[in-house]
């Protein structure tokens, strides 16, 4: 996976603590302003990861390249890279300004270019005016810009995000997804984000590292990643999905749910046991009579835009998202067109989320 | 209603309290030595206190070996907090366990075990400066006091520390470090400023331990007296009404003292 | 260099001036004069005589700890309460005596006691006969809670204060009169509080000389009075150790029972 002229390439990286593994051999290579996330659930690994790059732990086994120099034997404050830490870790004791000058102080800049650098930044996360505030009577949005302004001021090659729009509101959430965006494209740096909230890591990446149980389960592209999971986890961690065992009869067709389906998947062999899923947003409701299968709808929730209906097919509930509404118990068919049926190979026994 | 009984219950034990206390204030003004009259106005037993060298040679010590223990207790113990806070879990709790030793060892017990250790260590050091020719007989006195008070105070300074440090948001120093802030450094400009409310803390508890201490002076001192040893031996001895006017100026500092740190953390409270 | 390495310093001035003295207390209990292994200071411990005087101590801290837990409760809560939790000022006073020199305020109480102190005094005056008040264990008990009460009120009034006054709403809310609201509510959960007012108030008062002897007169011992005695005394250090240990033992295993009696109310707690 390491590719010579990346920024950062992590080869072999290993780390447990005490019994439990936290990273189990990752590979992983991130370009020049590239726009990459950490995504997975709490405990997969990817803040331990975060935290290699950053320098605050040291993997047990592995190389971390930073243009091409191994930088794991430099300690975390003589590294080019920058932190934004997950609750902030703002210094109460100092105000706005001196918080944003913190790095700058250290570095012994003069004091005319400390005081236009923070200026620029104050204006870069719409600060401005709020130099002589102490850093507690800043409501948590504006904490959050403070601690991405400090991190920012030292122009790091890259800045290490870790969760740092966990502890904000939704709608404060999504202004800032887009702000943090388009910060980014603008000053052209790295960006390594840590987040286990799939919809944010869809929203602002360029790649997407889908993570579990100390393993990267998929990079690529956050359409890629929707479209195309290369497994169950990744399908069900990513959106909803309908997931369901079957059987790969022959290329391009797929047994599950009792019925025979036509997909456009192929090179599984045949009569192979496969993972199957599909989308509730690709589950079509039609006439009973129509369908491919028939089932009977079970529920019907409301949802905002769409309803998500749960409808009852032998022993498996699928659920279903649509515009139009079928009442509790009325008796539907479901159509699946085959492009939007994902095979994929059975995961280990290991794995039950 | 209810209020009214509850304040009569508490001015009575507020009468418990401080009878004693105001008997003895009134005593130290009173020209006469016998407690039996009042023989008029005077501030003849201030001026008998004032002029008392063995008193006054006391109180000096008492707040030279408070100020030193204080100030040695707190680096030790800041320190110590910050190191233990760093550890492992582990070993972590051991230290922690072991430092809940000496705040739960009886004040008599410390007092004659660090008795034993001098003497024992004043034994080896005589022996072998005898045997180079150099004969050196050590006593118990400041000098072993002061070490007693340090030991007893650390643990506290520790335990005030500490939950500073767990509250203290865990990326705060790597925060440091990540701007550029070299390891040392990071602790003195980020973690002290953050502690600092449980380092004052220690510092006043140790203070206050040291200059209340009786006990583990009264073992570990022999060549010199603390102001608790001088009060104690003088109340052996008898009434002085000097010792009045000593309470009456103590109990006095303590009140303004009070006074002083109840104001403070109210205007604190306010802003 | 590592964070963890600011604790030693700590460490090693622990393990000479906690860790080693009380090894040295062990050491001296199993030898004689000699330095040979015996366990006969641990034999000569049960002698009617000790067991005396043992039993003197415990009963005197218990009862000590009982009338102290009378009296400081109500206190603590009638402080905590709405009536009075404005007035910071009343909480000053009833503690502002925990910061005097404890034989300050002991010798506040002889002077009332005494033969020819002030309550014989005034008795006399009006015309009634002098009565014995000093030198007897009445007068330790009394001088022992006069001088411990204060630390009784403050943990329960913390824990009292602690408390969410929500949680006495909610018991309220589910129909709970002010008796089972106190019962069931604010009174199992200021045990803590209970708990180490027990502990500051016993610990001190089982293993107290000073007190005995200023206000006993000498004429009986209590558990301290022998241990100091044998140590600066009769230098007999390897039964004074002895005792020391035994001292020790008592009030660890006291603490211990202690803190299992909170966890189990606790409900397994967090200790």
Redesign the interface.
Known sequence: MSRENALINLIGIHKSFDETKALDGIDLFIDKREFITLLGPSGCGKTTLLRIIGGFESPDEGQLLFEGKDILDVPPFKRPLNTVFQKYALFTHLNVYDNIAFGLKLKKLPKAEIETRIKRMLQLVKMTGYEKRMVDQLSGGQQQRIAIARALVNQPEVLLLDEPLGALDLKLRREMQLELKQMQQHLGITFVYVTHDQEEALTMSDTVVVMNEGRIQQIGTPKRIYDEPENAFVANFIGESNILSGTMIQDELVSFAGGEFECVDSGFGEMQPVDVVIRPEDVMLVGEDVGQLTGEVTSVLFKGVHYEMMVQVGDYSWKVHSTTMQPAGSKVGITIVPFNIHIMHKEESSHEA | M??FL??G??GL??T??????V??IV?SFNASK???KWGGFSLQWYQKLFTDTAILDALWLTLRVALIATVVATI??T??A??????KKKRANV?MS??Y??M???????G??????FV?VFGLVYRVSVAIGHPVQLSLGFGTML??H??FD?PYV?FSVMPKLKQM?V?????????????????R??IL??I?PGVVTGALLSF?MS??D??ISY?TSTTDNN??MI??S???RG?DPS??A??TL??LA??V???II?KRS?LENVS | MKRSWFAMPYIAWMAMFTIAPLLLVVFFAFTNADGQFTLINLRNFFDPTYLSILWRSLYLAFFCTIICLLIGYPAAFFLASKDFAKNQALFVLILLPMWMNFLLRTYAMMSLLEDRGIINNMLVSLGFERLELIGNEGAVLLGMVYNFVPFMILPIYTALKKMDTRVIEAAEDLGANPFNVFRRVVFPLSIPGIVSGITMVFMPAVTTFAISRLLGSGNFWLFGDIIERKFLESNDWNFGSALSLIMMLLIIASIGLLNKADAKQEGGGAW
């Open positions: 209810r209020k509850r304040g219950y508490l034990l507020l418990f309290l401080y009878a004693p206390i008997v003895m005593l016998s407690r039996a030790l113990g320190l110590a910050i190191g233990i806070h760093a550890m230290l072991v430092s030793l000496p739960t060892t009886p004040d008599i017990v410390t004659v075990s660090l008795m034993l250790m024992f070490m007693a340090i030991a650390t520790l948001n990326n705060l120093y790597e925060a440091a470090l990540d701007l550029g802030c070299p390891p040392l450094k990071a602790v400009k980020v400023p953050e600092m206050t200059l209340d009786f006990v073992f102001l608790s009060i104690y003088a109340a052996r009434i010792i009045y000593l309470s103590m109990f303590v009140l003292l009070l006074i109840n109210a």
